[in-house]
């Protein structure tokens, strides 16, 4: 009856290690394992040194030495397998790199050439975007990449770019210091340096992400604001 009750604990353990490790990414895995391997094999070399296998103990020492150290087991490295980008999606065009998360859903990417080469699309505002809409009108592959990245990180753009053409014509300039109303938006001091506009713009449009809840219209606020103090 004893072993019955010890063989089903081990098995609800093994059922409970098995669901747990399915909720980890692949890095977590590798690294999680590469621990398991060194102590485990540290235990090994500590119990034949006991039993005064010295020649055993120093050859499993040397492993566990060299898992816990340098994270490699002879050729077998456990960070680089933890890097391969299993659950990362990497596609390129002529004008764009961009990168799917699977497990966050993420999508990041990265001009590669024309205007704004080198530039993070994070980093670009609305003044920007407009204008590499229109650069890479010509080129279906970038241009369709682009309007990926716009949809996972700029929800309901679109509509705001249709409306905000006729909007931004028809309507009068009512702010008294647009200047002073986009440091307010921004939460920044008059005379902010551009690295700070940079930083609170950045922080600002992570907030008000669709995925935490954000919508269009905070989002081009926010844009506006950076791109007048930029400018100004």
């Given amino acids: 009856m004893t072993y019955f009750f010890i063989g089903g604990a081990l098995l609800l353990a093994a059922l ?15 690294r999680g394992l590469r621990w398991v391997v060194g102590i485990g094999a540290a235990m090994v070399a500590v ?26 087991l002879g050729p077998f490295s456990f960070e680089s397998a933890a890097e391969d980008g ?50 890479v009108e010509g080129d279906s592959d970038s241009l369709s990449l682009l309007e990926s990245w716009l ?14 053409q006729t909007a931004d014509a028809a309507a009068p300039e009512t702010a008294a ?19 700070a506009i940079r930083a609170a713009h950045r922080e600002l449009m992570k907030a008000v992400h669709p995925d935490h809840g954000g919508s269009s219209y905070l989002a081009s606020k926010i844009n506006e604001a950076r791109d007048r103090l930029l400018r100004h």
Avoid at 52 to 66: H, T, Y
Avoid at 151 to 164: L, V
Avoid at 179 to 184: D, G, I, N, T, V
Wanted: glycine share 10%; net charge negative; aromatic share 10%.
């Fill in 16 to 30: 409970a290690a098995y669901q747990y490790m399915r909720k980890l990414g692949r890095r977590q895995l590798m």
């Fill in 151 to 164: 949809d996972a990180n700029r929800s309901g753009w679109r509509e705001y770019f249709a409306e905000s």
């Fill in 47 to 72: 119990f034949m040194l006991l039993a005064r296998r010295i020649d055993i103990a120093i050859f499993v020492g040397a492993v566990a030495f060299s898992v816990l150290r340098s994270g490699r």
């Fill in 86 to 135: 299993g659950n990362v999606s990497k596609v390129k065009s002529y004008r764009f790199a961009m990168e799917l998360d699977h497990d966050t859903g993420a999508v990041t990417g990265r001009v590669l050439n024309g205007q704004f080469a080198g530039a993070d699309l994070m980093d670009l505002g609305e003044m920007d975007v407009r204008t590499l809409l229109a650069e």
């Fill in 177 to 195: 210091d647009p200047l002073a109303e986009a440091y307010e938006v921004l939460g920044l001091q008059p005379g902010a340096s551009d690295e």
